[in-house]
């Protein structure tokens, strides 16, 4: 995890289930996103606060510190090491929530493809990842070097072996916590290492081999999978 996702609903409906009173800086749009197949190292609607104000912003899927230019960037971190280890000391005062509709992962169930799956919360409300990164600059506005990550941790088995790591995802409450810039580092590791929401939380099911390009798009894409017969 975390290789592709969707974001479809407008930055107005994430915002409105995050329940944050702040005012938006919104660079987003206000129109549906109706991206269904989010690939790394393209763009994606981020939320972080700079001071009180709250701000949706377009930000590229994938970061490294100016010193690690002989790998590619990393679009995950993983939770266990994300707060001490040098490669993202950087940003990890930095937090963001990427507010999500679903994520996909595929499992190898032995044919010529591995198989596709949604993965969204049971309840149909947003999914709020936990992120870091290098957000744009309120006023000089975008730079060649932002970026962000989406922290993940051990799947533990729970959610039928479709992949060994998942993403951090906070309740709204959680989320709001995470991004106050007033919550201490040593708070925020606490959060993304004991309180990401549980595998009971979320439901998945098999979807068309078409989300394997990221050209595609479309809602067929986050729909189940006719069964084979």
């Excluded at 510190?65 to 707060?83: G, L, Q, S, T, Y």
């Excluded at 922290?151 to 989320?175: F, K, N, Q, Y």
Aim: with cysteine.
């Amino acid at each position: 995890m975390c290789g592709r996702l969707s974001q479809y609903r407008g930055i107005h409906d994430f915002v409105a289930a995050l329940c944050m009173p702040n005012a938006l800086a919104n660079s987003v749009g206000d129109q549906p996103i109706e991206r269904y197949n989010v690939a790394p190292t393209t763009a994606v609607a981020l939320l972080h606060l700079q001071g009180d104000l709250l701000h949706a912003d377009p930000v590229r899927w994938g970061w490294r510190p100016h010193w690690a230019k002989d790998r590619a960037a990393p679009i995950n971190a993983r939770v266990e090491k994300v707060a001490h280890g040098p490669f993202f000391r950087a940003i990890w005062p930095h937090r963001a929530i990427t507010p999500i509709d679903n994520w996909f992962e595929w499992v190898d169930e032995g044919g010529p493809k591995k198989q596709p799956y949604l993965i969204r919360r049971r309840d149909g409300a947003p999914i709020f990842c936990a992120s870091i990164g290098q957000m744009p600059d309120p006023d000089e506005g975008p730079g060649e070097h932002d970026g962000f990550v989406i922290i993940t941790a051990d799947s533990a088995g729970g959610m039928v072996d479709i992949h060994d790591r998942r993403p951090v995802v906070l309740t709204p409450d959680l989320a709001r916590e995470w991004l106050d810039p007033a919550t201490p580092k040593e708070r925020a590791e606490q959060m993304v290492l004991h309180q990401g929401e549980s595998a009971e939380v979320f439901e998945w099911f098999r979807v068309t081999q078409d989300v394997g390009n990221v050209r595609n798009q479309g809602r067929h894409l986050i729909e189940p999978a006719p069964l084979s017969r």
